[in-house]
Nanobody, 128 residues
Framework: QVQLVESGGGLVQAGGSLRLSCAAS????????MGWFRQAPGKEREIVAG???????YYADSVKGRLTISRDNAKNTVYLQMNSLKPEDTAVYYC??????????????????????WGQGTQVTVSS
C-alpha cells in the first residue's frame, strides 16, 4: 500500500520559513518523480515545485527564489524548504508521486493528472 505522509506545516508570520517533508512508503521511490502542489480556499490545485528522478527541478513563477524542492532517496523523502513566506502562500500543501520510466527520468511532471499517488495534505498559514 502506497503512502505519502506530509509534515511540517503550521502557522508562520510573513517573512518566516517552514520546511515541509513528505515520507513515501510502499513504492520504489527512485522510480518516481515527485511534486508539491497547493490548494487555497476557493482556488484550484496548482503545482508549486517538482523534482524528477534525475534531480531536475521546476518551480512556479510565484515561488521562484523562495522555495526549494529536494529529495533524499536514501530516506524515501521529498522536502520543500519555504523561505520569505507571504500571506498568499497560505494553502493546503500536497505531496504527490508520478511513476516515470528511465527514458523520462529527467522530465519534471507539472500536470496534476500525471501523478499517481497523493498525500493527505498539510496546512500552511502565513499571517501578515
Amino acid at each position: 500500500q502506497v503512502q505519502l505522509v506530509e509534515s511540517g506545516g503550521g502557522l508562520v508570520q510573513a517573512g518566516g520559513s517552514l520546511r515541509l517533508s513528505c515520507a513515501a512508503s510502499g513504492l520504489t521511490f527512485t522510480s518516481y518523480a515527485m511534486g508539491w502542489f497547493r490548494q487555497a480556499p476557493g482556488k484550484e490545485r496548482e503545482i508549486v515545485a517538482g523534482i524528477s528522478r534525475g534531480l531536475n527541478t521546476y518551480y512556479a513563477d510565484s515561488v521562484k527564489g523562495r522555495l526549494t524542492i529536494s529529495r533524499d532517496n536514501a530516506k524515501n523523502t521529498v522536502y520543500l524548504q519555504m523561505n520569505s513566506l507571504k500571506p498568499e502562500d497560505t494553502a493546503v500543501y500536497y505531496c504527490a508521486a508520478a511513476r516515470t520510466s528511465a527514458a523520462t527520468m529527467f522530465i519534471v511532471r507539472t500536470n496534476a493528472n500525471a501523478y499517481d499517488y497523493w498525500g493527505q495534505g498539510t496546512q500552511v498559514t502565513v499571517s501578515s
